[in-house]
């Protein structure tokens, strides 16, 4: 980056149930990221509770971001700006980010710069691994899933992207549906390290269909009709049925979006293929995408998974960036519950548990 390397921005992060903040610098140093998760607070609701999380989030930001900037070893006069995320997402936790965000700006002067969060996620990889444009990102995580071909800061063009539920959804649903603990991610892709994915035949939803739209609530239905059967007919489960059922839902939803990723990469074909989102941390899921990349000349990029999940410090650098091209915004900046990157695109259909995902 030419411009902006020299700036220090703090970010601020309270779009869905993670508390964070991080101070940033524009030759890509983070010098702190803080986050506070809440899955205890929703752990008895079997999903995220908005109100839940808009209390949590004003409780907790003003002493994230004080820890962040502790971490950092800096004060706020020491600071260039402040991003914080003004959507899309759950309208009471980005209301408390932004309304804190004002006030730090209106106390010290600073500038605002208002954050797309799915830029956010976006523009990752060039913080972690200094990506050039243009790149083909792939956001998959509990409350996210599409394709964006990123060509600036500001331009991204939606591929395609789920129909219904994201596939961390999915991966939490099935967990559900089998006993296994919250969040469903790991505990299915631990079992499946013990099972056999060929004993169950799952479907590859939309694979029939061309383009790079996905599907997920259908392989989650699969997996409850399959989980009926085998009860009905042995009286229960056991931990081998549990293991090859994650097994299989595993690599079904691996196959679909590695199948979609390459055609992702045919209809935008650029140097290198990036993922964000918590299923990004999916070991299968990265190898499977790792060879598609490869097959089409492509480099892989997987953040680490600190980055890959909500953080701050993709705020603070995504505000870097925007504030870089001359982005500013007034203490009239508002929340947006959605906020869909690619203006181009049609409106995406399906929100899920997680709030909007534009
Ligand atoms: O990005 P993230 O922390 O939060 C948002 O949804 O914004 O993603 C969390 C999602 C959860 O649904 C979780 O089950 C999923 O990412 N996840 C995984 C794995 N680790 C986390 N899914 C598949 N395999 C994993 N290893
Ligand atoms: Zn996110």
């Known amino acids: 980056m030419a411009t902006g390397m020299s700036l220090t921005f703090l970010g601020i992060e309270s779009s869905c ?14 010098l702190s990221s803080v986050v506070f998760g809440q899955t205890a607070l929703h752990a008895d609701f079997g999903g995220v ?17 004080e820890q962040a900037l502790a971490q950092a070893g800096l004060r706020l006069a020491d600071l260039d700006g402040i991003a914080v995320t003004a959507g899309p997402g759950l309208i009471g936790g980005v ?9 730090l700006a209106a106390g010290t002067g600073l500038p605002l710069v208002g954050v797309n969060h799915l830029a956010g996620h ?3 990889p060039r913080l972690t691994d200094g990506v050039g444009f243009p790149y083909l990102m792939l956001l998959v995580s509990g409350g996210h899933c599409q394709f964006l071909r990123v060509d600036g800061p500001d331009d991204f ?20 549906l089998l006993g296994l603990p919250q969040p469903g991610g790991p505990a299915v892709e631990r079992a499946a390290r013990q099972g056999d994915p060929a004993r169950f035949a799952l479907p590859r939803p939309l694979l029939d269909r061309p383009g790079c739209d996905l599907s997920f609530s ?12 085998l009860v009905a007919a042995q009286g229960g489960l056991h931990q081998g049925d549990r293991a090859d059922i994650c ?4 690599r079904a939803v691996a196959e679909v979006l590695a199948e979609k990723t390459r055609r992702a990469l045919a209809l935008a074909p650029v140097p290198t293929l990036a993922v964000a989102g918590g299923v990004a941390a999916n070991t299968a899921l990265r190898h499977a995408l790792e060879q598609v990349a490869g097959q089409a000349g492509a480099r892989f990029v997987a953040p680490p998974l600190a980055l890959c999940t909500d953080n701050g410090a993709m705020i603070a650098w995504a505000g870097i960036e925007a504030f870089a091209q001359g982005r500013r915004d007034g203490l009239d900046l508002a929340a947006r519950p959605r906020w869909p990157l690619d203006r181009k695109a049609a409106p995406m259909l399906g929100a899920g548990k997680r709030g909007a995902k534009a």
Do not use: N, W, Y
Not at 22 to 30: K, L, P, Q, S, Y
Not at 95 to 103: E, Q
Not at 157 to 176: H, S
Not at 247 to 250: L, M, Y
């Open 17 to 30: 149930d993670d508390t964070a903040a991080a101070v940033v610098t524009g030759d890509r140093r983070i």
């Open 49 to 65: 509770v908005p109100e839940i999380a808009a209390r949590a989030h004003a409780e907790k930001l003003d002493i994230c971001v």
């Open 95 to 103: 209301l408390s980010g932004v309304m804190l965000a004002k006030g």
């Open 122 to 124: 976006a523009l990752t």
């Open 157 to 176: 063009t939606r591929l395609g992207g789920t129909i219904d539920d994201a596939p961390g959804e999915a991966f939490d649903k099935v967990a559900k």
């Open 218 to 229: 259908g392989l989650k239905t699969a997996v409850l009709r399959l989980r009926d059967d």
């Open 247 to 250: 097994a299989a839902f595993q």
